[in-house]
Nanobody, 115 residues
């Protein structure tokens, strides 16, 4: 199993940037995939970005070309760089790790994009 702790959320103006971090309690070499999800009030949780052990990435259409997911295997951390933020990006962002068939979740970090 793995413990995940997110950080980096906050309040930012439209067009601004934030960098989210998800620190894992174990080496992420053994983690098949790590991803960022988000959930806004009254909406279902959605996948934002995913990075697989081989290095391939996937993004939701709504964030492609604005967000970048990456991971640092030395620090056991996955990042989500968010640029050109829009009000519709406002949500709680949650980190997820998949090991074999099991999935693990962090507690989430709030991102608010507002003027």
């Amino acid at each position: 199993q793995v413990q995940l702790v997110e950080s980096g959320g906050g309040l930012v103006q439209p067009g601004g940037s934030l960098r989210l971090s998800c620190a894992a309690s174990r080496t992420i070499f053994s983690i098949y995939a790590m991803g960022w999800y988000r959930q806004a009030p009254g909406k279902q949780r959605e996948l934002v970005a995913l990075i697989i052990s081989g290095g391939s990435t996937n993004y939701a259409d709504s964030v492609k070309d604005r967000f970048t997911i990456s991971r640092d295997n030395v620090k056991n951390t996955v990042y989500l760089q968010m640029n050109s933020l829009k009000p519709e990006d406002t949500a709680v962002y949650l980190c997820n790790a998949r090991i074999t068939t099991m999935g693990y979740w962090g507690q989430g970090t709030q991102v608010t994009v507002s003027s």
